[in-house]
T-cell receptor, first 112, second 117 residues
Framework: GQQVMQIPQYQHVQEGEDFTTYCNSS?????IQWYKQRPGGHPVFLIQ?????EVKKQKRLTFQFGEAKKNSSLHITATQTTDVGTYFC????????????FGPGTRLSVLP | EAGVAQSPRYKIIEKRQSVAFWCNPI?????LYWYQQILGQGPKLLIQ????????DSQLPKDRFSAERLKGVDSTLKIQPAKLEDSAVYLC???????????????FGAGSRLTVL
């Protein structure tokens, strides 16, 4: 079945440093979504990528979808303490029942 | 707009007991999902409803888990009997658009944390 992996599992950064998490799928995806889950909270939708090679930006966050639509990345520039949380990618492949498969997440800690 | 409501927020039971969780999705959202999130892992889909019909329950352990969505609005998820490995947060999510639309953004509730002793 479809598998979605993320690296790294954990990342500790100093406030102001950059952060990147990578998402890899075992199969070609129709689209991919990113969610953020604060400690003790629930996943909150950040963005969806659909097109091959697509790049989207939200303030300090840059999201990229690979050319082969099998991988994606989230890059945060100049991290802040408010960026703390776990970032999940979720891949959708229509031939697998159309539902999103979540990766295991990357937990980000930001030291002030 | 009101969010996805879930209850109870916390539940502690002993193994072999039963438990039920309730979810009220965002008004107008036809698609409802139940996810299981074990500590340190990503959410895993248990069941998906489109209105009051089951679309995908392939990962639901049907020997002990059941779910229903009568009238296509509220939903309940039941576990009977519970096992130690069922300890997790049970997240309910809803979306306005169906999965095949390519535009189904999931809005999650706060979750119900289950501890099985």
């Amino acid at each position: 079945g479809q598998q979605v992996m993320q690296i790294p599992q954990y990342q500790h950064v100093q406030e102001g440093e950059d952060f990147t998490t990578y998402c890899n799928s075992s199969t070609t995806l129709s689209n991919i979504q990113w969610y953020k889950q604060r400690p003790g909270g629930h996943p909150v939708f950040l963005i969806q990528l659909v097109k091959s090679g697509e790049v989207k930006k939200q303030k300090r966050l840059t999201f990229q979808f690979g050319e082969a639509k099998k991988n994606s990345s989230l890059h945060i520039t100049a991290t802040q303490t408010t960026d703390v949380g776990t970032y999940f990618c979720a891949g959708q492949k229509r031939s697998y029942g159309q539902n999103f498969v979540f990766g295991p997440g990357t937990r980000l800690s930001v030291l002030p | 707009e009101a969010g996805v409501a879930q209850s109870p927020r916390y539940k502690i039971i002993e193994k072999r007991q039963s438990v039920a969780f309730w979810c009220n999705p965002i008004s107008g959202h036809a698609t409802l999902y139940w996810y299981q999130q074990i500590l340190g892992q990503g959410p895993k889909l248990l069941i998906q409803f489109q209105n009051n019909g089951v679309v995908d329950d392939s990962q639901l352990p049907k020997d002990r888990f059941s779910a229903e969505r009568l009238k296509g609005v509220d939903s309940t998820l039941k576990i009977q009997p519970a096992k130690l490995e069922d300890s997790a947060v049970y997240l309910c999510a809803s979306s306005l658009n169906p999965p095949f639309s390519g535009a189904n953004v999931l809005t999650f509730g706060a979750g119900s944390r289950l501890t099985v002793l």
